[in-house]
């Protein structure tokens, strides 16, 4: 799939929620332009708990998980404790298109506050929900805009209905210049 954003230090974030969903974030955090390139996935601790453990690490992709604590998570994933770090990192490893930061909310609040953040891709989903864990304001310098690779209109599933959404930073600073 070949998308505007994809350049190597793009940073985008993304909200999940159902089957069709769970499909469309599979396939945007895999997809990259350079076949001998893949994405990396940036989570909380919580958020890789969260995962059952038999879809975990996510298949097609580096995992990172940040914590504070030092822990080894296995071979396959990545542990940083800073974001910062983390995405310095990725950004220095020839072998990594695009990073996805994939919450929880901290670390989607961190990454929505930092200059290196490109653009959010967000689903937001037509109904009410009691939940415990929220995602962060979005600021003023996030503006909408349209991506030929996102299907466009509300979407539905199982009776749910449900949007994606794109916003791209206008304060947006490459890593490369940083
Ligand atoms: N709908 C969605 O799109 C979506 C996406 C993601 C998560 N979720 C849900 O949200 C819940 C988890 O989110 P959450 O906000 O509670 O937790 P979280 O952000 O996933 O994890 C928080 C933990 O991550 C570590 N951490 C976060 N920022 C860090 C940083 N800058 N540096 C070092 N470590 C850092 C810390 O781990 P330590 O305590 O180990 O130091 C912290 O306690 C789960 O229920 C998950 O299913 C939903």
């Known amino acids: 799939m070949r998308t505007e954003h ?4 793009s940073i ?40 059952p453990e038999k879809f975990r690490p996510l298949p097609g992709r580096l995992n990172v998980v940040l914590t504070c604590t030092n822990r080894s998570l296995g071979e396959e994933v990545i542990v940083h404790t800073s974001l910062e770090d983390a995405i310095k990192d990725l950004h220095n490893r020839q072998d990594v298109e695009t990073v996805w ?6 670390v989607y609040d ?24 929220f995602f962060p304001e979005i600021g003023s310098q996030y503006i909408s805009v349209s991506d030929p690779t996102v299907p466009s209109g509300i979407q539905e599933e199982n009776g749910i209905q449900f949007q994606y ?13 940083i």
């Not at 994809?6 to 230090?9: G, H, I, L, N, S």
């Open 12 to 51: 985008v974030t993304i909200t999940a929620c159902n089957r069709k969903e769970l499909a469309y974030f599979s396939k945007m955090t895999k997809s990259t332009t350079d076949p001998l390139k893949k994405n990396a996935v940036v989570m909380g601790r919580k958020t890789w708990e969260s995962i």
């Open 165 to 177: 959404k794109v916003y791209e930073n206008t304060e947006y600073v490459s890593i490369k210049n």
């Open 101 to 106: 930061v994939i919450g929880g909310s901290s």
């Open 110 to 133: 961190e990454m929505m506050k930092s200059s290196y953040c490109h653009r959010l891709y967000i689903t937001s989903i037509l109904k009410d929900y009691s939940c415990d864990t």
């Open 6 to 9: 994809r350049r190597e230090d």
